[in-house]
């Protein structure tokens, strides 16, 4: 097919990249005209425009046009659940494809995030692949033998809008979501979730990176918020294990940068996921007083690989780029 670009919409910045088979040509990025939603269909066009002007050559120019938004569409063509709200409601596939003259595919950013990593990235040659993206919100994809689930509803791989599982103590009922519910795992595992945690035991607002940094000089109060954090994801991992068995679990997003993350989670998940020869989440939950007596097995028996994303902040925008594979 040639030349491929990908196209991530953000609530601060558009990012556009140009793809020649996995090597990335060419990137740029613009502010997000926010709340304006003609503005924005002007900006990703003029992103495109940009990138395709870099191919003078006609038998190079970018021939497809993949993007990443943070929302879906709806059977109706219509953008649902996006956090940039001026997209909500709008025709946005019908109109960004008038303008430049071609296909678009749009798809969640967390669903390209995914495809991304499993085409190309840690979860490469993997049959089943759950992405996770764990930053300012939480949310997921799920791809099969390269293929992206999507779901008649639009809504495959929304993980951090269930409810927290296994919950206990202070957990219940959990903390408000902007979706209108409680506990949702993205109040628990999101970057503000993990700040807000460590401002209800310490009555200290910090950063999630400084909670790490913290933690990693020593700070006990800091290292019991991570603990916290660690269960937690293990738990809400052991749900996905336990419904879809993938391959591999790729996180990316802000707190994807916790190294320790990948050790103390995958030790901590197989006390929840379902096996005759796995320990019970009672004994797990009874074992809570320490990181080390919380570990049910330094080797753990589940073969789900727990992996940091290759691409990092790029993914979603070559992820994009991919859905015209």
Known sequence: ?????????????????????????????VDTPRGDYVATLDAIAGVVSALESRFPNPESRPVSVGMGI?????????????????????????????????????????????????????????????????GTGTGGGIVVRGQLLTGPNAVA???????????EGDE???????CGRRGCIETFLSGPGLSADHERHTREL????????RALAGDPDAARTLERYEHRMARAL???????????????????????????????WGAFVFAADAHTPTRAIEARATTESRIPNPESWVRTRFVRALHGDASGVRGAAWLWR
């Open 238 to 268: 052991a749900a996905v294990i336990n419904l879809l068995d993938p391959d591999v679990i790729v996180l990316g997003g802000g707190l994807s940068n916790i190294e320790r993350l990948y050790v103390n989670v995958p030790r901590l």
């Open 70 to 134: 943070p929302g879906a569409i709806n059977s109706a063509g219509f953008v649902k659940n996006a956090n940039s709200t001026w997209l909500i409601g709008q025709p946005l596939q019908v109109d960004l494809e008038a303008r430049l003259g071609r296909p678009v595919r749009i798809a969640n950013d967390a669903n390209c995030f995914a495809l991304s990593e499993a085409v190309d990235g840690a979860a490469a040659g993997a049959e089943v692949v759950f992405g996770v993206i764990a």
């Open 157 to 167: 791989g929304e993980w951090g809008h269930n409810p927290l599982p296994w919950t």
């Open 172 to 178: 219940i009922p959990g903390p408000p979501c902007y």
């Open 1 to 29: 097919m040639g030349i491929r670009i990908g196209i991530d919409v953000g609530g601060t910045k558009i990012e556009g990249v140009a793809l020649d088979g996995s090597v990335e040509r060419v990137r740029l990025r």
């Open 206 to 213: 910090v950063r999630p990176a400084d909670i790490d940094e």
